[in-house]
């Protein structure tokens, strides 16, 4: 979230003009470029999609300057490129034995401030694409999660109802999305680290207290049980 910012600076410093008047300094369009990032995460909330070009040409437009997105997403490119990435702890394991066992998985993403595409070839370094079958991100349609549109588009193209369904999720927007969308049940996994104070203040505007997952644990590789006891009887 740092990089973003520092981008959309650079980004926004070398944009030309759109009219007459001063350009704003540097303080100031990370002011104008948060200012959008959490118009965006207000709108997600909501289940709405504002995708990462659009809170750039906002911010844009608020400093009166016209942005150039093709170096911003070179920027974001090589930025993502460089980053340090890891899989959650179990994760692979626990694809393959949910694949193994004959359950389809597909993975649904918010992506507020970084597109979809450049986080796809990530996800493939890392494996995981040997195992989900079909990725959801939120800038590539109108909905974000909690909306029970981004749900069922993800199940239609596994060809897989709601109520044959369990969703795992590591927040509010999952949990109460899945319920909206008439999961068969919900999964809250909270075994990954913190995420830092941005995000908090951005992101986990709601505590655990309102996450209505059915079920809770600390480790993935615990997944698959559980998946098994809700839909062993199902279709796979």
């Known amino acids: 979230m740092r990089a973003q910012i520092e981008i959309a600076v650079d980004v926004l410093r070398a944009a030309p003009l759109a009219g007459p008047g001063p350009r704003p300094d540097d303080r100031a369009l990370a002011e104008l470029f ?76 918010n992506t507020v401030g970084e597109p979809g595409a450049l986080l796809r070839p990530v996800l493939a370094r890392m494996g995981l694409d040997e195992c989900v079958e079909r990725y959801v991100f939120s800038d590539e349609s109108p909905w974000t999660k909690p909306a029970p549109e981004i749900f069922r588009y993800a199940l239609d193209g596994l060809g897989v109802s709601a109520v044959d369904a369990v969703h795992v999720g590591d927040g509010w927007a999952d949990m109460e999305g899945a319920r909206r969308t008439g999961y068969r049940a919900t999964i809250l996994f909270t075994g990954l680290p913190d995420y830092g104070a941005e995000y908090r203040r951005l992101f986990a505007r709601h505590g655990p207290e309102s996450f209505a997952g059915r079920f809770s644990v600390r480790a993935l590789t615990e997944v698959p049980a559980i998946v098994e006891r809700v839909l062993g009887g199902a279709p796979r």
């Open 34 to 109: 948060r200012q959008s990032y959490r118009a965006a995460v207000d709108a997600s909330e909501q289940g709405r999609t504002i995708t990462p070009d659009d809170q750039l040409l906002r911010a844009g437009r608020e400093a009166g300057v016209r942005p150039d997105l093709s170096a911003y997403h070179a920027a974001l490119r090589r930025v993502i490129a460089t980053l340090r990435f890891s899989r959650a702890p179990g994760a692979i394991e626990t694809l393959r034995a949910l694949r193994g066992a004959g359950y389809r998985v597909a993975v649904i993403s």
